[in-house]
């Protein structure tokens, strides 16, 4: 490590290697309780270019070091920056933070791995171009990082990973290639289209360890000429799977086209306030408290917001449409707000609003504090199909286990055309230890029971994804050896992301198990 560490400041200088416990704070998981050191690194590195990224891997390989990537590093809940494998080394990307293209014709942009919502939302806006860029409820993270891990936004293109078209990749012996039309020398489509000749690697490379991604492709939206965000609201907590069920069509034929996401009474208690400025009590939140929240917060049982865009008449038809379809549920209730494309800047008033046009914004931490003390969260995000039956028994099958361990329950859901990503937060106070390991007892225990039932994760944190990848299990776990295999061909000393979604090296896959 220390001669892998001089020849990294021999090949990008001293100040892009950083070493001291100081400055390896800011890459520990900032939602773990501070005195807990099993996910720390001994050194990051931050490149400023491809060649620098390829430097690293080859120093890495010639040494035996482990690396772990990240762009932004913003995976919170999931374990933020911090490696798997406990002393890796972190390779930053947050230097290589340029828009290297934004095509207005053709509605895309190619962007480097440090690039985040911000950056790319004020880049558009800087250059006057007339589109509107995908970003998750936070703005801090990075475009290339969310992506890649299947993260998800609120316009039309929120399905971040069917977003993305072209990739450029470091390998673990410092080759560099690209995807698709970027395959092609010259090849003038590489943004434009999303395939090639042969298999498409593109998913190689997400969730993965088997590369680094140095420049990536992201689809964006023109400006429409009317922008609808809609507020949906229902008052029982039985009305989940006739909501869901009346949703279902009106996603899968696109009248509703973004992704929309339904959320629980409970997550409306959290902004700006505390769980003690509802309730001082122990045990689940009774629930004449989630009434009040709900009189005080003017909000539903369930919400759901969601989105239309383009021309005033279909804008209008389809909310007609919507409208329509909920009021067969008694006590729906549908608001939408028109707002001109071109002035939503200054007209979208509230994270909802804006979120699904795409303005970034870092209000959802306000939400963090439920329990006082230092907000944190563990996310518990299982997939399942978009049926009412299905959530309802998501719900019926988690709320008791979170509420046993003392904790609370408030889903939201995020909705795709056939499936729905229970994103279930939680909540802790990171400097309650007692809370925190109540929260991580608790996590394996959701991971295994939603298993039983045949829902799987979309995403995993650090700490569980050995756990996590065990669940995919059909045919003796037949996907995880395709993994290995990859990995042993592509990786063959295990330099990247060690771990990575429970896909181990060879060298340590037997003591990992
Ligand atoms: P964000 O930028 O949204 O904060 P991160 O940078 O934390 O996201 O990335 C999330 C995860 O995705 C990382 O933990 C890592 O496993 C993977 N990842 C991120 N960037 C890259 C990259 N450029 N190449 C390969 N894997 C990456």
């Known amino acids: 490590m220390t001669r892998a560490v001089e020849a990294l ?8 290697v950083l070493t001291s416990e100081e400055e390896l704070r800011q890459f520990r998981d900032p939602y773990s309780f501070p005195g807990w050191d099993d996910l720390t690194a001994s050194a990051a590195v931050l490149p400023s270019s491809v060649e620098e ?3 690293v891997v080859r120093i890495a390989h010639e040494h035996g070091v482990p690396l772990w990537t990240h762009s932004q590093g913003r995976n919170n809940a999931y ?17 290589m933070n340029r828009v290297l293209e934004v095509n207005e014709e053709l509605a895309y ?7 985040s919502f911000f950056d790319l939302y004020e880049h558009l806006r800087a250059g006057g171009y007339r589109l509107w860029s995908s970003m998750p409820d936070l703005g801090w993270g990075s475009v290339v990082g969310n992506t890649l891990e299947y993260g998800w936004g609120y316009t039309p293109n929120g399905d971040h990973a069917s977003s993305q078209c072209g990739l450029e990749v470091v390998l673990a012996n410092g080759d560099v290639l690209r995807t698709g039309m970027g395959a092609i020398d010259g090849g003038r489509a590489w943004q434009a289209h999303k395939r090639g000749l042969g298999p498409s690697a593109d998913g190689l490379f997400m ?3 088997l590369g680094i991604v140095t420049k990536m492709g992201v689809w964006l939206m023109p400006e429409p000429e009317c922008y609808v965000p809609c507020r949906l609201t229902l008052r029982h907590e039985s009305d989940l799977e006739a909501l869901v069920d009346t949703l279902r069509p009106l996603v899968l034929d696109r009248t509703i086209p973004n992704v ?3 959320g629980h009474a409970l997550g409306a208690g959290a902004w700006g306030a505390t769980r003690a400025d509802w309730y001082q009590g122990d045990g689940p939140l009774p629930d004449e408290v ?19 865009y383009g021309y005033e008449a279909v804008v209008d038809a389809q909310l007609e449409l919507v409208e329509r379809a909920f ?7 549908v608001v939408g707000k028109r707002i001109a494309g071109a002035e939503v800047a200054d007209h979208a008033a509230n994270l909802a609003e804006r979120a699904q046009a795409g303005i970034p914004g870092l209000e959802m931490l306000e939400m963090l504090n439920w329990w006082g003390g230092e907000g944190g969260h563990l996310d518990f995000s299982p997939v399942a199909p978009l049926t009412g039956k299905d959530a309802v028994s998501l719900v019926r099958l988690l709320r008791p286990l979170v509420e046993a361990a003392g904790l609370d329950y408030g889903p939201a859901f995020i909705v795709t055309p056939r499936s729905l990503v229970h994103i279930c937060p939680i909540m802790y106070d990171t400097t309650n230890e007692r809370q925190v390991r109540a929260a991580y007892d608790l996590y394996p225990v959701l991971v295994r029971e939603t298993a039983k039932a045949g829902f799987g994760l979309y995403r995993a944190h650090l700490q569980f994804m050995d756990l996590v990848a065990e669940q995919y299990d059909w045919g003796g776990h037949a996907l995880r050896r395709l993994n290995e295999k990859l990995k042993d061909a592509l990786d063959p000393k295990g330099i990247l992301s060690p771990g990575k979604q429970g896909v181990w090296p060879a060298s340590l896959r037997e003591a990992r198990r």
């Open 207 to 209: 969730q993965s360890s």
């Open 290 to 308: 989630v009434e009040r929240i709900m009189r005080e917060r003017g909000v539903g049982r369930w919400n759901v917001r969601f989105a239309l």
């Open 109 to 115: 942009a190619l962007v480097e791995p440090g690039v």
């Open 9 to 16: 400041v021999a090949a990008l200088g001293a100040d892009a």
């Open 79 to 95: 374990g933020g920056p911090a490696p798997r494998l406990r002393g890796s080394v972190i390779v930053s990307l947050r230097r």
């Open 53 to 55: 990224v390829q430097a």
């Open 327 to 333: 009021g067969r549920i008694p006590g729906a209730e």
């Open 260 to 262: 929309p996401l339904i």
